[in-house]
């Protein structure tokens, strides 16, 4: 037995591993990623080039609805990987930095800038066989997801990973720069009025705070078992 073309959604806090599961388990199983916090952040990075955003996270409301229709943000795959593109300009590195990351979660707060997303990602799903990432997937965007599956990790063991990330890539931020970030973000995401994060009834929840990829995909494939019989070919590469 093999996989059907389901859409699997993994929701969670942020920093939770969410993309790095989701890209893993799309290369094991033949599924296409598609991360929609990227959108989000597309859309913020757009906010601030624009000037639409205030030092306080709030923003020209106005002028960010009319600049919405115009802009082209969009999946391309490029050496193996999905990134997201403005027009003809890849962004995928200038929307993983701490500076667009604090204006992401407020900017997704906004009900017409959640409707604008929504679109574009029930679009780039059509095709189905999806693995998205995000806060919303399980619950709002795609409701009747076959498989959902709910993030978390301890909050110090989270805010170490994207320090590390922000470090790699030769940011200056400190630990307790993204530790608060984080928090904010989850605080925002999960109390928002719009389509809160929250764990849909349905979902099934991954810990993985002492967990290895390998673990997790494990965990998966266990997970994929039970609901569709055993699969083809359970040997793993991770
Ligand atoms: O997953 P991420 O950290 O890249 O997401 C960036 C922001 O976008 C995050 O603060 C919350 C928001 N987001 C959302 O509200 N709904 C989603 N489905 C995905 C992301």
């Not at 994207?162 to 928090?183: D, Q, S």
Request: net charge negative; proline share 3%; with cysteine.
């Amino acid at each position: 037995m093999s996989i059907p073309d389901i859409i699997i959604a993994v929701d969670g806090y942020s920093s939770t591993g969410k993309s790095t599961f989701a890209k893993m388990v799309a290369a094991e199983f033949g599924f296409l990623y598609l991360d929609s916090g990227a959108m989000y952040r597309g859309v913020a990075l757009c906010t601030l080039e624009a000037g639409l955003a205030h030092e306080d996270a709030t923003f020209d409301e106005q002028g960010l609805q009319a600049l919405l229709p115009s802009l082209e943000l969009h999946f391309r795959r490029e050496e193996g990987a999905t990134k997201l593109f403005l027009g003809d300009r890849c962004i995928e590195g200038e929307i993983r930095t701490l500076g667009v990351s604090k204006f992401a979660s407020p900017v997704s707060a906004l009900p017409f800038v959640r409707h604008f997303v929504d679109d574009k990602l029930h679009g780039f799903a059509a095709g189905g066989r999806v693995i998205m990432d995000g806060r919303d997937i399980g619950t709002t965007v795609f409701p009747n997801a076959e498989v959902k599956i709910f993030m978390t990790a301890e909050p110090a063991e989270r805010a170490r990973r994207r320090y590390e990330e922000h470090l790699a890539k030769g940011e200056n931020v400190t630990l307790e720069e993204v530790r608060a970030n984080l928090e904010e973000r989850d605080y925002r995401d999960s109390h928002r009025e719009t389509s809160p994060l929250r764990q849909a009834a349905d979902a099934y929840v991954l810990d993985n705070t002492h967990m290895t990829l390998h673990e997790e995909l494990v965990w998966m494939l266990g997970l994929l078992q039970g609901k569709f019989g055993l699969l083809e070919s359970p040997g793993l590469s991770w």
